[in-house]
């Protein structure tokens, strides 16, 4: 009969365990008498876990007075499969109070608990456990060892266990080379890839997934192509994870077409494949596309998140014509996400950029939880409306709310309402506390504003002792803003001050030099205005400006 029994135990672990069957085969155990004996308890409970019926999993074994190493690991990956992870290291120290000494699968099972629940404290605790128990070097644990690490951070911590290990396996190169592409380090994760190969071991699947993942920008796609060009060599390319990263990392790179070419191939794409998809459409400026691909995902039941709507209504914001965005705001009311903080936000931004400012008022006024993002999108859409007065009431909203903190882009949005309104004053009062009260160092984009507002009001000399002022290297942005504000007043001097600390940058003349040519020929300075004129014979004019906001009445 015990044979019988675990014969058959085993022949079921190795199908699809459904709870019926789980329970039926409970009862038969009971009327045998044979669900005191851990084997079969053991057994039972892994079923009940697969099935995530832990309350049952957990009667069985406080039912079980015999409790064997086997069986403390069932219910307490049962417990870790659940989420439940107080109650797994609740277990887990039970189970050494009753004199249990735990094995490398015990171990390997609280490690990954730790990094599920993103304990870092508690993974060096049980890491000393580990080593302490003389498993440092036993494979289970330093690849359990590795990939937490790795997921949690620092990554030097998984560095130390990873040359710990004379021969590592495939599992826990992957875990490095994934850990690195987490980080986006994607030269040691490439050197990790050639070195697995020297020493023999052959990439998979996962493998090509931690590379994919370091791959974030354009100037790594030539390397991403040959990362893609391995996987279609070796068969990777089917593997619907593979082909996911792949199509986010050529959007990433900004490479729509490639982008769309596997995406066509994928048999099932996943939310986050067709979020690939239709974010890197709208960084690329394909607006319209991006926003046809989102009807078309609905169209075909596709799932959404809050971070999917807020990323189309960018796209719509970015086109400056309501429709879409207005569709857009109503299938996030039909999905229950519109009062999300990252939705309302971005239908702030959207409203305001298409024109309809008040719209976007209301959507602020009725959000149920904001945060500094929202907060930042008002005054930034406010003072973009020349409503600088009830931007600043906006901030000063922010400043009476103690768990609301000021960042960069609130700054900025404060500084470009100051430089929309000529509020002189403000501005300067706005620039100072951002460092003194709140310690926020100004970057190119507040030196950008700053200039223009003290600029535009005459104040040139003022602007260019800023500029002087600035540590380092000066962002051609700023001494730009400078020029066009010299340009305006007529200042040559100063304008031809700029001008050469722009080219003597290796700025593009063609960038600023029609304008530097205009005021050299409004001094009078001729041999100047000629022999610019020869440096920019590329230029071919200025496209004329056209608005794109759209005229439908709300």
Known sequence: MFIAFRSLLTQLSRSNQTISTTKLLHAIILKTHLSHHPFYATRIIRFYALNEDIVSARRLFDETPQRSIFLWNSIIRAYARAHRFS??????KDMLDSGTRPDNFTFAC???????????????????????SGLELDSICSSQLVSAYSKLGPLEEAIKVFDGIAEP??????????????????????????KMQRMGEKP???????????????????IGKNVHSLCLKF??????????????MYSRCKCMGSACRIFDSLLEPDMVTWSAMICGLSQSGDIMKALDFFREMNMKGGKVDPLLIASVLSAAAQLAIVQPGRETHGFAVRCGYHLEVSVSSALIDMYSKCGFLNLGIQVFKAMPSKNIISYNSMISNLGLHGNANEAFQIFEEVLEKEYYNPDEATFSALLCACCHTGLVCDGRRYF?????????QPKTEHYVYMVKLL???????EAYE???????PVDFGIWGALLSCCDIHGNYRLGGIVAKHLFDNKVEKSSYGVMVSNMYAGDGRWECVKKLRVDMEAIKGKMPGKSWISNIKM
Request: hydrophobic share 45%; with cysteine; aromatic share 10%.
């Open 169 to 194: 396996d495939l599992v826990q190169w992957n875990s490095m080379i994934s850990g690195h592409g987490c980080l986006g380090d994607w030269k040691k994760a490439l050197l990790l890839f050639i």
């Open 432 to 440: 100072r506390i951002m460092n003194d009260e709140f310690g926020i």
């Open 110 to 132: 609280i490690l990954r608990a730790c990094s599920d629940k993103f304990d870092f404290s508690g993974l060096r605790v049980v890491h000393g456990g580990v080593v302490v």
């Open 235 to 248: 068969g990777f390319d089917s593997n619907a994870h593979v082909g996911s990263l792949l199509v986010s």
């Open 204 to 222: 998979d699947s996962f493998t090509y997934v931690g590379l994919i993942m370091c791959l974030d920008c354009p100037s790594l796609l030539r």
């Open 455 to 461: 600029g535009m009001a005459g104040e040139l000399e």
């Open 466 to 472: 800023l500029i002087q002022s600035i540590q380092g």
């Open 87 to 92: 109650n797994a290291f609740q277990l887990f």
